[in-house]
């Protein structure tokens, strides 16, 4: 990768939910360096450019190859195993594979969506602000569970959850529209998690610690005929 690439994903323009924050950053650069001194500059200064830099917005391009399903965020692969849906989507249950993905406060926090197909449910749940990074963060932590059916015909779930000092999570999609693997549809502001509940027979194709570029890295594929979840060992790798 070279060097201007990098500085581009870096610089990338921020997405909207961060205007607010870098407008009000710049304001106290501008006036409280006036009013106060040089501190407030460069506290103004400090905060504005954070903000640049955790808002930023790259743009991704997704495999073109059909029956993928894509990572929906940057981040750490904290857990890979099998799991029971948000009982509020109404998909049954059942276990299926689980991947969670943890987002620290330098990854890009713009989620994504994994798969091809129509959205069924959102359902939005308030709860606790645990460390993002714990499993028990996925059933305790306040999370927005979105349901999507696939062409063939099984749905499968994707997750924004809030850590321990996020407190919005923004949804950009609706009940019945359809949406296209690597499209952006939210963001979660300041450390968080994304988990994303695999079709009936499919299983996962990453490991624990493996670092996630959403909408790009494969996380699983979409063939029938794989080992039911229900039936999924604990570790699949």
């Not at 743009?59 to 894509?70: D, E, I, K, Y």
């Not at 407190?167 to 450390?191: K, L, M, N, P, T």
Request: charged fraction near 20%; glycine fraction near 12%.
């Amino acid at each position: 990768m070279s060097f201007g690439h990098s500085l581009r994903l870096i610089m990338a323009p921020p997405h909207r939910a961060g205007r607010p924050f870098i407008i009000a950053g710049g304001a106290f650069m501008v006036l409280g360096g006036l009013i106060l001194g040089a501190w407030a500059f460069w506290l103004g200064l400090f905060f504005a450019s954070f903000c640049l830099f955790f808002f930023r917005d790259p743009v991704r391009v997704a495999p073109s190859r059909p029956g993928l399903v894509l990572a929906p965020a940057d981040g750490k692969v904290v857990s890979v195993g099998p799991a029971v849906p948000p009982a509020e989507l109404g998909l049954g249950p059942a276990n299926r594979w689980r991947v969670g993905i943890f987002l620290s406060v330098v990854d890009v926090h713009v989620n994504r969506v994994p798969a091809d197909g129509r959205v069924t449910r959102i359902a939005y749940r308030h709860g606790a602000y645990l460390n993002a990074s714990l499993d028990k963060a996925s059933e305790d932590n306040e999370r927005n569970a979105i349901a999507l059916r696939l062409p063939d015909g099984r749905d499968m779930a994707v997750v924004q959850i809030a850590g321990l000092i996020a407190r919005r999570i923004i949804c950009d999609i609706s009940e019945g529209q359809d949406v296209q693997a690597g499209e952006r549809f939210g963001i979660i502001r300041f450390g968080s998690r994304t988990d994303v509940y695999l079709p009936d027979g499919v299983r996962p194709l990453v490991a624990e610690g493996q670092t996630m570029i959403g909408g790009e890295t494969v996380i699983a594929e979409l063939a029938p005929g794989r080992a039911p979840a229900s039936q999924a060992p604990a570790n699949p790798i």
